[in-house]
């Protein structure tokens, strides 16, 4: 430093004034840094991905802010900050981010199409969400460098990802327009996606009688719903008689008969997913049988899944005052 003496005290104010502000600038550039790296987790929901987009922006004009105060910007230490604070910038226009997005909505457009019953729609989306996901993970790179994880294969994927996904309507949603043609016509399939879909369709017209029979290999559906000692569950009526003969031959009274008056009317169905090979296990509610088998049958969230099909009654009191 060159101060003159006669500048002593003054600028010895202004200097500490501006290493003040860059401290700031600083506390601003690590939060923003932070809030720019939610964007580079593949599993963001869309949640996130509109905070951060929202927070963004706001922090780079608080940046600009400080700034364009005295001293700020000339201040050695200044461009360090100001890496972070682009690196976040960058973020909202990565095509990483894009996808992120493109991902959210796909995963949303699955969902109502699960609910309509439309199952290539549910595959097609799934898979536009799957491939996104994994690209923004390829992505993770290095932030303040810029320096992308990406092949030039992933960019092609990425460009091709969303491409599809203008086709298929799920970009338009972002003006809050619900995405996706409603109509029979839709965008060319993949064939692996179209016998994906009619998989599924084949599925859902086998769980159209009901609950397949608990009994091993028996291919029955429709089963009844039955009880024995306080335990529920579904046995088809040709397998009922083998189903006593066995709780004879293991020391029980062969009495499993059908639940007197059936499953009740509003009674809901919970469908537990576990991990037939470690550990986790997940719930989904139904409201009827034939939605029941068929979630047992097409979700699959662990590669050894297992299900078991249970009635809850709507009736039944909360333990809960
Ligand atoms: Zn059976």
Known sequence: MTTTPARGPAAARAAAETDRQVRRLYRLAYRVHSIGNTLADPDATAGTVARATARIPRALSAAKRLLALPGVADHDETPYALGFVHAAERRLTDPATRLLTVANAARAAAARAAADGDDLRVVVFRDIEERSRHLVGAARGEPVSGRRGWTRQDRTASDTLQRQAAQWGLTAGTDGRPPGPAGPGHPPVPARLAREAADRAAT????APGIRCERPACPAYGALWVEHGGRRWFVCARC????????????????????PGGVPEGARFSVRLYNAAGRGARAVECGTAQEAQFIAETERPFNNTGYEISVRY???PSARP
């Not at 859902?204 to 769980?207: G, K, P, Y």
Request: proline fraction near 11%.
């Open 204 to 207: 859902r017209a086998r769980c």
């Open 240 to 259: 009922l008689p083998a189903e006593n003969a066995d709780l004879r031959a293991r020391g029980f009274r062969p009495d499993a008969k059908p639940v």
């Open 314 to 316: 709507a009736s039944r």
